[in-house]
């Protein structure tokens, strides 16, 4: 501890490279999951008709007084949520990459969560790539693969020696 800092309140440890790394690969992660977002909200509002269509049949076998512009404005709000909760979620994935650039060892805890469940949903992907048709499934897919990717080589860096040095020492 420098002699000039107040006590309790250590200097920051400079942040190793391989942690800005880290905070850059989590930053195209977080990138790619909005434009898969966009990708998928354009496609389901060019087939929201057809959507609203399936949703109308199941609807209208338990409330038949329920009509078809009703279920279609149900599915346009679906719609305008999910891009919102999804905009959402990457500011707050923002917020964490913030930190972990900052050693908070909580923040590693949660990206590494975060990089699990994008490892294991792009083995999904990659399980029924066969399956996949129409070019915005394949980009979507191809985008959750390479998501899995950088997601797995964040979470590396953050485990090496001098990156978790740096996490144990800044840990609040």
């Not at 338990?62 to 404005?73: F, G």
């Not at 908070?104 to 029924?128: C, E, N, P, Y």
């Amino acid at each position: 501890m420098n002699q000039w800092s107040p006590p309790g309140h250590p200097e920051p440890a400079n942040t190793p490279p391989d942690v800005h790394t880290a905070c850059q690969l989590w930053w195209a992660v977080i990138g790619l999951g909005v434009v898969r977002l966009i990708a998928g909200a354009v496609d389901r509002f060019l087939n929201r008709r057809q959507l609203a269509k399936d949703l109308f049949d199941q609807v209208r076998a338990q409330q038949p007084e329920a009509s078809l512009a009703q279920v279609e404005l149900v599915v346009s709000v679906m719609q305008v949520l999910m891009v919102v909760f999804g905009l959402a979620l990457a500011v707050g994935a923002l917020a964490v990459v913030h930190q972990l650039r900052r050693g908070r060892l909580w923040a590693r805890t949660l990206l590494d969560v975060a990089a699990a469940v994008l490892v294991f949903g792009a083995i999904g992907t990659m399980i029924g790539l066969g399956g996949i048709q129409g070019v915005v499934a394949m980009v979507t897919g191809a985008v959750a693969i390479l998501q899995a990717v950088l997601a797995g080589g964040a979470l590396f860096l953050c485990r090496r020696s001098e990156s978790d040095t740096f996490f144990r020492t800044n840990a609040r």
